[in-house]
């Protein structure tokens, strides 16, 4: 089993950043793959970005990329997604989780965070 916590949501204004971490447990972090990914109202759970077990390889959603950076600390168990220009429809629940297989597939993740909120107003 891998618990997954997310952390850093928040109210930001259109324009602004925002960190959010995702602090792991339980099985070798760095075995793993880790991707967020984020729920809107009313709409699918969707990729945002994924990056393997060393960090070296990372894939983006098209919405996000150039704005978004995904990071992370093995030594700390936590992987991070930086959000910078952030836009109203960036508005959305973001969830970390992971996967033993890289990729942007939903269906390949089997642990899952409880989710952080991340409101960006017009």
């Known amino acids: 089993q891998v618990q997954l916590v997310e952390s850093g949501g928040g109210l930001v204004q259109a324009g602004g950043s925002l960190r959010l971490s995702c602090a792991a447990s339980g099985r070798t972090f760095s075995n793993y793959a880790m991707g967020w990914f984020r729920q809107a109202p009313g709409k699918e759970r969707d990729f945002v970005a994924t990056?393997?077990?060393?960090?070296?390889?990372?894939l983006y959603a098209n919405s996000v990329k150039g704005r978004f950076t995904i990071s992370r600390d093995n030594a700390k168990n936590t992987v991070y997604l930086q959000m910078n220009s952030l836009k109203p429809e960036d508005t959305a629940v973001y969830y970390c989780?992971?996967?033993?297989?890289?990729?942007?597939?939903?269906?390949?993740?089997?642990?899952w965070g409880q989710g952080t909120q991340v409101t960006v107003s017009s």
């Open positions: 990056l393997d077990r060393n960090g070296g390889s990372t």
């Open positions: 989780a992971a996967t033993l297989l890289f990729g942007s597939s939903r269906a390949h993740y089997g642990y």
